[in-house]
């Protein structure tokens, strides 16, 4: 199959090696990762690449993303099949499964994660260089919204599984995905962490989620959209769904 991946930046080098050894062939374009810190400019960055992809030349969309704050939900498939992770952001793609995310959101709420790409391909000097603060922007107005939706009680409950709102953080995880020499960014990592009084601790990553979304199968993990469909959030443990569009 000839495919196109539409992916945030901060998984470029999983990416780029996973399409390397896929039978499928694969295009990949990257998204800039700032765009994270306004979740509806990122919807509508995202809708405008889907609806420029061609069914004549790709048999499925493949994107990299989660459900990032919410920016994935409402993404409609136009002429061209969608496949995304179930996942509540790229975090659970670098651990490679949702139990083992909720394990880690579980023990350790308070935790800033680090990757390679996310800190190579910072733009602006002195802004973060953790994933966790890629969502902190935007956050009271989503917050606000779930309230108005849903109540101030499950807003919050949302909003923890979702693992943005914490109000301190206590450690900094750095995750290895194993992929070019990352000791340089680890130890970036470890001198923020030491300057904030944090926890150090490198973890390994793992591949299966991002590789599975590169060649298939795309089951269980994965939601498919089908043209006509919508992207949704489920607000259950599949976290995402897909609604046909009324016509």
Known sequence: MRLKCIACEVLARPLYFSAATSPHIIDIQLIEKGLHEHPQKLRDHLQ???????????EAIL??????????????ARDVPMVIPRAHDCITLFLG??????????????????????????????SSLSLGAAY?????SVYNDYVAK??????????????????????AAYIDMGI?????????AEAEAQRRGWT????????????RLLVGPWEDDFLTVQPGQQIHMSYDENILCANQIPT
């Open 150 to 171: 849903y109540g101030q009680e499950n807003a919050d409950y949302l909003m923890e599984v979702m693992g943005a709102w914490h109000s301190h953080y206590q450690r």
């Open 136 to 140: 902190t922007d935007d956050i009271k």
């Open 48 to 58: 405008d690449q889907i609806d420029a992809t061609r069914s004549d030349t790709y």
């Open 63 to 76: 994107l990299a993303y989660g459900l990032c704050g919410q920016a994935t939900s409402g993404l409609t």
């Open 97 to 126: 499964s949702r139990t083992r995310y909720q394990d880690q959101f579980s023990q350790y709420p308070g935790t800033y994660w680090y990757v390679q790409d996310y800190i190579e391909r910072e733009k602006e000097p002195g």
């Open 180 to 188: 070019g020499n990352g000791d340089g960014v680890q130890a970036k």
């Open 200 to 211: 150090f601790e490198r973890m390994v990553g793992d591949m299966v989620l991002i590789r």
